[in-house]
């Protein structure tokens, strides 16, 4: 409710100095032959802009900063996102509607992009976490998504060596029983040395796909997860382990499920920071041209005052 209340002040203050400016605006566009950035008016209107753009810098200064109780950060924020937007057409109304030319003509233009990029992160914002809760509902934290990487790829490993390794004893076991039960010693030995060959054969051949879909497809897809990998689709990972299922016997169903399972945590770890890259990229085009066009702005204040 604070939240929304503060939005709602922030909005209605916004929308009033909008208001304002253009009427006054209008009124001076009336009262001079040649609107522009070195009447008096224009200058009010630039000072104004300048201190929207250098109040929405501030906020840069007050996370850094977050021991200085200077006002809620939710105020600071919103007074951010606001100030910032109403900047841009504050400015254009003090360069008389137009994006004039040389230093001028950079500002406008760094001024359109600060803003559009500030407007863009403020709806990344406000729309990727609970796309983030919605795509990926097994979510980490984002620092430990290599170690938890690491972790898939060690289970996987191990599901696959105990579910081949397993088969192989329990298949193997009972034929030392059954030679030893019979009283030809010498002829049953060669059976028994025939049926263990064959078990270990046939033992083989079943684990085969499962060995063979491991390190072809899964292994290194859970090594160097890629987007581009089919294992990154999961229509097309369904069909792949259904392939896979129909390939093997069912008593390795289980690991094949248990593959199937971390193949879809890799998948939400991908989705996790493909977005959170996409959250705080905006960031890299606003903060520093945003720095760079009040750098400028002050240039520009105080040749335009001086001269």
């Not at 032959?33 to 109040?55: D, K, R, S, Y």
């Not at 397993?166 to 298949?171: G, L, P, R, S, Y």
């Not at 072809?216 to 160097?224: A, L, Q």
């Not at 169903?253 to 991908?270: K, S």
Request: hydrophobic share 50%; charged share 15%.
């Amino acid at each position: 409710m604070l939240i929304d209340h503060t939005h709602r002040r922030w909005a209605i203050a916004t929308t009033a100095m909008f208001g304002a400016s253009l009427v006054l605006y209008v009124i001076y566009v009336a009262s001079v032959v040649a609107p522009g950035g070195g009447t008096l008016p224009g200058l009010a209107f630039g000072v104004a802009g300048f201190g929207m753009m250098v109040f929405a810098g501030l906020l840069g200064v007050r996370k850094a900063f977050p021991i200085w109780r200077v006002g809620r950060a939710q105020t600071w924020l919103r007074g951010h996102l606001w100030l910032g937007t109403l900047s841009f057409p504050v400015i254009v109304l003090h360069a008389g509607g137009t994006f004039g030319s040389g230093l001028t003509w950079i500002l406008m233009w760094l001024v359109v992009i600060v803003v559009v990029s500030g407007l863009a992160g403020a709806y990344l914002q406000h729309t990727l976490p609970r796309r983030m809760l919605r795509e990926v509902p097994m979510e980490t934290i984002f620092d430990q998504i290599d170690h938890v990487r690491a972790q898939l790829r060690a289970e996987a490993d191990t599901i696959v060596a105990e579910a081949c390794g397993k088969i192989e004893v329990e298949t193997v076991a009972p034929g030392a029983p059954a030679a030893s039960a019979l009283g030809r010693l010498g002829v049953m030995a060669g059976e028994a040395a025939a049926a263990l060959a064959s078990t270990v054969r046939i033992d083989a051949e079943a684990s085969g796909p499962l060995r063979e879909f491991y390190g072809r497809d899964m292994g290194p897809f859970v090594t160097s997860p890629s987007a581009r990998h089919p294992l990154a689709d999961r229509a097309q990972a369904t069909l792949r382990f259904e392939k896979l299922r129909a390939l093997v016997p069912p008593l390795f169903h289980g690991p094949v499920a248990d593959l199937e399972n971390i193949c879809e945590e890799e998948r939400q770890l991908m989705a996790q920071a493909r977005l959170h890259g996409l959250l705080h990229a905006w960031q890299l085009v606003h903060v520093p041209l945003s720095i760079a066009l009040l750098a400028l702005a002050a240039v520009h204040v105080v040749v335009a005052l001086r001269y």
